[in-house]
């Protein structure tokens, strides 16, 4: 056998990218929640509205819905941006 047949039955099984697995899964998870958030599945930001007035003493109680909305869009579009950065970083 030669050294160039041996190199590639060594290596077939490996992969060279350097996207982690669990990365792509922090950033789905933002994106999964960013966009409940945004577009208020099941009344989501009032309940976080709510929970957060309660968790942090009344804090965050002149807030109202549309700007978790508007969080959550942003948490949403910050998630699909690193889904795809590291997805093209794993196929290049």
Same mark, same amino acid.
Not at 4 to 23: D, N
Not at 38 to 60: H, Q, S
Not at 64 to 79: E, N, S
């Given at each position: 056998?030669?050294?160039?047949?041996?190199?590639?039955?060594?290596?077939?099984?490996?992969?060279?990218?350097? $996207?982690? &697995?669990?990365?792509? #899964? *922090?950033? =789905?998870?933002?994106?999964? @929640?960013?966009?409940?958030?945004?577009?208020?599945?099941?009344?989501?930001?009032?309940?976080?509205?709510?929970?957060? $007035?309660? &968790?942090?003493?009344? #804090? *965050?109680? =002149?807030?109202?819905?549309? @700007?978790?909305?508007?969080?959550?869009?942003?948490?949403?579009?910050?998630?699909?941006?690193?889904?795809?950065?590291?997805?093209? &970083?794993?196929?290049?």
């Amino acid at each position: 056998m030669t050294d160039e047949a041996h190199a590639m039955i060594t290596t077939a099984g490996r992969v060279s990218s350097e $996207a982690s &697995v669990p990365s792509i #899964v *922090f950033m =789905a998870l933002f994106a999964a @929640v960013g966009l409940l958030l945004a577009l208020n599945v099941k009344g989501i930001a009032d309940r976080f509205n709510d929970l957060m $007035a309660t &968790v942090t003493f009344g #804090v *965050f109680d =002149a807030y109202q819905t549309g @700007v978790y909305r508007f969080i959550g869009a942003g948490l949403a579009l910050f998630g699909c941006i690193g889904v795809a950065v590291e997805v093209t &970083v794993g196929l290049s």
